[in-house]
């Protein structure tokens, strides 16, 4: 009788992609820390990758959605809507939560014709920031906004998205700002497979993130270039891999600007003398906040809420604690 009176929550979050960012990383951190006693936790996603294995690892349930992916197609995304649809009718979760600007858009759509009770959408930084052309960054608009009004909840992570939000007809009564979290007493590596690559002393600029337009990273090699006394490391990996390698070279860089691939931040943070996000587009990236925890030097763009976080005087606002509380009563 007790559980029939006090049922664990049923919460399945929605994610396109399944490789490893910043929404991956949150969708992680909830489905793992939300407590197990009050929720029954699955994630869907499209495309395999880390976040699977990470959440298979954690043995929580994954469901993936083959046709769902970042690319716009309209066959596609119409086989997605049918395959998220048949999911919620067939698990009946409490509450889905939508990550990323497809998986939401379509799952929202799915949600509503499934009835589910309450749909929660987490905008990680507005899409329609990124650099387009006028006509494509107002249908983006319209798809967020459209996204957003189908959503019982939006989250957004930085008070800056929440004034955006709060101009979007319809939509900004229902937003909230829930700031992404880490955990601060997590241990930091020695950062030594960072300084074993460069000469002894050498000045070290590093980065984290994927290799995409938005992260910057060409102004790093820019910068490299006119400075012989800077030595650049750049942890990630995304599209942008192979234009990266042919610009080091093209521009005679290759003892001083390396590129180390995916690792996770607390390996390689320690390795840095100073940490740079050069980003174009940001939401409240969770890098910026290890840096801050590494106490290192920061060089930053004031993009999305990074001047939030480099101007915080309490970091406990950005506890993973914090984060997973807030979130967890918006479900109940």
Same mark, same amino acid.
């Given at each position: ?12 979050? @929605? ?56 690319? @716009? ?183 001083? @600007? ?75």
């Amino acid at each position: 009788m007790q559980a029939m009176r006090n049922p664990r929550k049923k919460i399945l979050f @929605v994610i396109t992609k399944s490789n490893w960012g910043g929404a991956q990383r949150y969708v992680y951190d909830l489905a793992t820390a939300l407590p197990k006693d009050q929720f029954d936790v699955g994630v869907a996603f499209g495309q395999p990758g880390l976040l699977a294995k990470k959440l298979n690892e954690a043995r929580i349930t994954t469901y993936p959605i083959t046709s769902l992916q970042r690319d @716009v197609s309209l066959f596609a995304d119409v086989r997605g809507f049918f395959e998220l649809l048949r999911l919620f009718r067939i698990e009946k979760p409490d509450v889905v939560h939508l990550n990323s600007s497809k998986a939401a858009g379509v799952g929202a759509l799915a949600a509503r014709f499934a009835g589910v009770p309450r749909i929660i959408f987490t905008a990680h930084g507005w899409p329609f920031w990124e650099e387009r052309d006028p006509f494509s960054r107002g249908l983006i608009y319209l798809f967020s906004w459209l996204t957003a009004l189908l959503s019982h909840k939006v989250i957004v992570i930085s008070n800056y998205d929440l004034s955006v939000a709060k101009k979007m007809l319809f939509v900004g009564h229902k937003t909230v700002r829930i700031y992404n979290g880490i955990d601060f007493s997590s241990p930091l590596d020695s950062g030594d497979v960072i300084r074993r690559s460069f000469p002894k002393g050498a000045r070290i600029a590093g980065t984290i993130g994927e290799l995409t337009k938005n992260k910057n990273h060409i102004q790093l090699l820019k910068q490299a270039r006119k400075d012989p006394d800077l030595y650049v490391a750049i942890v990630g990996e995304g599209e942008l891999r192979t234009w990266l390698e042919e610009k080091i070279n093209e521009w005679g860089l290759l003892g001083r @600007v390396k590129l180390f691939g995916f690792m996770p931040a607390r390996e390689v943070l320690r390795g840095f003398d100073t940490f740079v996000l050069p980003s174009l587009k940001e939401g409240l990236p969770y890098v910026l906040l290890e840096a801050e925890a590494a106490g290192l030097p920061i060089v930053a763009n004031r993009v999305g809420g990074v001047g939030e976080i480099l101007d915080a005087k309490d970091m406990s606002e950005f506890s993973l604690a914090r984060m997973v509380g807030k979130t967890a009563a918006l479900y109940r």
